[in-house]
């Protein structure tokens, strides 16, 4: 079964840099997809970046230019740094894994870490 373990979660100060990671096993499994959610009390859960393995990339326009997202496709393992974070960022980032099974027909899954937990202060 595919499991997701994510750290680097942390206190830090408004205006501060923050590096999350995120390993996935997966054994056998082929994942095509990583990246990161966050969910703040009593808001909904977004997305914030995820990354393809051929490199494509999406991200919160809330992030755009602040968080870079990238992985080590060999290692199935993602990245988040975050940078110039604002209070608004405070959140439980949960990693996201998507694996894909061509045969017989495509399928995807999703799976997700149990989160870990962010805090900007200011």
């Known amino acids: 079964q595919v499991q997701l373990v994510e750290s680097g979660g942390d206190l830090v100060q408004a205006g501060g840099s923050l590096r999350l990671s995120c390993a996935a096993s997966a054994r056998g499994f082929e994942i095509d997809t990583m990246g990161w959610y966050r969910q703040a009390p009593g808001k909904q859960r977004e997305l914030v970046a995820t990354?393809?393995?051929?490199?494509?990339?999406k991200y919160a326009d809330s992030v755009k230019g602040r968080f870079t997202v990238h992985k080590n496709n060999s290692k199935n393992t993602v990245y988040l740094q975050m940078n110039t974070l604002k209070f608004e960022d405070t959140a439980v980032y949960y990693c996201?894994?998507?694996?894909?099974?061509?045969?017989?027909?495509?399928?995807?899954?999703?799976?997700w870490g149990q989160g870990t937990q962010v805090t900007v202060s200011s």
């Open positions: 996201y894994a998507r694996t894909v099974i061509r045969n017989p027909v495509r399928t995807y899954t999703g799976y």
């Open positions: 990354i393809t393995n051929d490199g494509d990339t």
